[in-house]
């Protein structure tokens, strides 16, 4: 198995239940748990494969206790669900399981940690595939190996072992590249756990007299694409077709520029300059090289922005925003902020060039996460995160005066997850829960938003949500 990194449980998928669904009739004091406890203690799974996982609490006379526990885990390496951990990504990871008091119980929540090894399928066929062309000798070519498990899937950047039968005929790198020395035959093998696969050549002598380079023009802008071809003859001026050409190009900067490390980028002939300057492309095959340079311009493509005003909230971050027209006629901006103590800012943007803020609204939260406005202007979402009770939710906002917006209400049933996008329309909210569904509320009578529906895509996650002409277009991904 290749080393592999540790990775962090920040990025995490979600589940939440009760131990009462793992075993027996069971109490219900959330406020009394002591420790958790994992059954196994810790997990070993291949990618693709799952594993059972329980988790009981217990208080300190050593009863369990039928209390929530929420597990997280990396979301691109472990999936999570019903008491079955799958494997995604080989590596060493953590699950990370809550147990959650009640919203009275005053007490910080009791923590585990399950550590969790994903191991990689055996290898159970490789496959050498290379460039086209055929190998003469002083010529390269690019080999790489597509390593297979038992259920056909592939392994990711497999760790591979390559070597030559005859390194005086051809020699290969760590990376695959072929280059042959000398007319004969050799076999070239790719070794990955112990599985082998071997590619046989037979090394030509090159009778190519001459090598020409074709395409390009002598200046282009910026990211213009250049093409070009290389043409290899024989001594009669036939055009040798199955050639490999190895290319490479020169940058010579001008002056004035300060370039960065790679200013071109180079690939099959077709070239792009991203910085201005001189650039020679070379085509090489054995002992025959041609190249072609051309200069780099500008693309005199700049257009100049005004800034026409702005609205300063010094000590923290914008981390979202919605210009809408208000009521009252006056043009508006909410701001939603991170690390803020839960603020959002309201600002009046009726002339650009005099921005200022007119109020602020202060809801129980780290961070809001996103501010919408529905579309006839009558109430504002906002979305947050870091509630001291955990139930963050969804908060509603009266803008029957947009200057001074303020909390009609709060909707957290199906929503304790957090949200972190949501979208009103006239009627309704969908609101996201937990990146796993979203949720419909019907907002009509603001100050009493009630549930009427939600959407749960199979098997992903969502990240937005966005109404258009009476259609949902989510981002699901996973």
Same mark, same amino acid.
Request: overall charge positive.
């Given at each position: 198995m290749p080393s592999v990194l540790?990775?962090?449980?920040?990025?995490?998928?979600?589940?939440?239940? !009760?131990?009462?669904?793992?075993?027996?009739?069971?109490r219900d004091t959330a406020d009394q748990v002591v420790r958790l406890e994992a059954s196994p203690p810790a997990i070993v799974v291949a990618a693709g494969d799952s594993a059972?996982?329980?988790?009981?609490?217990?208080d300190a006379?050593?009863?369990i206790v039928d209390?929530?526990?929420?597990?997280?885990a990396?979301?691109?390496?472990?999936?999570?669900? @019903?008491?079955?951990?799958?494997?995604?990504?080989?590596?060493?990871y953590e699950i990370v399981a809550m147990a959650v008091p009640g919203p009275a119980a005053g007490v910080a929540s009791t923590v585990l940690r399950i550590p969790v090894t994903v191991r990689w399928p055996p290898v159970a066929r490789v496959e050498i595939q290379a460039e086209s062309g055929q190998l003469y000798e002083g010529t390269t070519i690019r080999h790489w190996v597509r390593a297979h498990h038992p259920d056909g899937s592939t392994r990711p950047s497999p760790a591979v072992d390559w070597a030559t039968s005859d390194r005086a005929v051809a020699e290969v790198d760590r990376f695959g590249n072929v280059t042959a020395f000398r007319p004969g035959e050799v076999v070239i093998a790719a070794t990955v756990e112990d599985v082998r /696969?071997? &590619?046989?050549f037979r090394v030509r002598r090159l009778a190519g007299a001459d090598i020409e380079l074709v395409g390009g023009i002598g200046e282009v802008r910026t990211g213009d694409v250049q093409r070009f071809w290389a043409v290899v003859r024989d001594s009669s001026g036939a055009v040798l077709e199955d050639v490999p050409i190895t290319w490479s190009h020169a940058y010579a900067p001008?002056?004035?520029?300060? /370039?960065?490390?790679?200013?071109?980028?180079?690939?099959?002939? &077709?070239?792009?300059?991203?910085?201005?300057?001189t650039y020679t492309v070379v085509a090489s095959a054995g002992t025959l090289q /041609?190249?072609?340079?051309?200069?780099?311009?500008?693309?005199?493509?700049?257009?100049?922005?005004?800034?026409?005003?702005?609205? &300063?909230?010094?000590?923290?971050? !914008? !981390?979202?925003?919605?210009?809408?027209? @208000?009521?009252?006629?006056?043009?508006?901006?909410? !701001?939603g902020a991170k690390q803020a103590d839960g603020h959002a800012y309201a600002w009046d943007v009726t002339d650009p060039s005099n921005i200022f803020k007119t109020d602020s609204v202060q809801v129980d939260a780290r961070s809001v996460n996103d501010v919408k406005v529905s579309p006839d202007a009558r109430y504002a979402t906002m979305t947050r995160e870091g509630a001291s009770n955990r139930r963050n939710g969804v908060v509603i906002l009266d803008l029957a005066d947009p200057a001074h917006p303020k909390i009609a209400s709060m909707f957290d049933e199906g929503l304790t997850g957090g949200v972190h996008n949501a979208f009103p329309t006239n009627d309704y909210v969908f609101a996201l829960s937990g990146g796993d569904k979203y949720v419909i509320l019907d907002v009509r009578d603001i100050y009493d938003p009630t549930y009427v529906g939600e959407y749960n895509h199979p098997d992903s996650r969502v990240h937005d949500v966005w109404v258009h002409d009476g259609i949902a277009y989510s981002a699901e991904w996973g």
């Open positions: 540790r990775k962090s449980v920040l990025s995490s998928a979600m589940m939440l239940f !009760t131990a009462s669904h793992v075993i027996g009739q069971v059972s996982l329980a988790v009981v609490a217990y006379a050593g009863q209390v929530p526990i929420r597990m997280t990396p979301r691109r390496a472990l999936r999570v669900r @019903g008491g079955n951990v799958v494997g995604i990504e080989a590596g060493s /696969a071997t &590619r046989a001008p002056a004035d520029v300060v /370039a960065p490390s790679a200013p071109g980028q180079l690939r099959a002939g &077709r070239f792009v300059g991203d910085v201005p300057g /041609a190249r072609s340079s051309f200069r780099v311009v500008a693309r005199e493509a700049v257009q100049q922005l005004e800034v026409v005003g702005q609205g &300063r909230q010094q000590r923290v971050r !914008t !981390t979202d925003f919605w210009v809408y027209e @208000g009521v009252d006629g006056r043009d508006y901006a909410l !701001t």
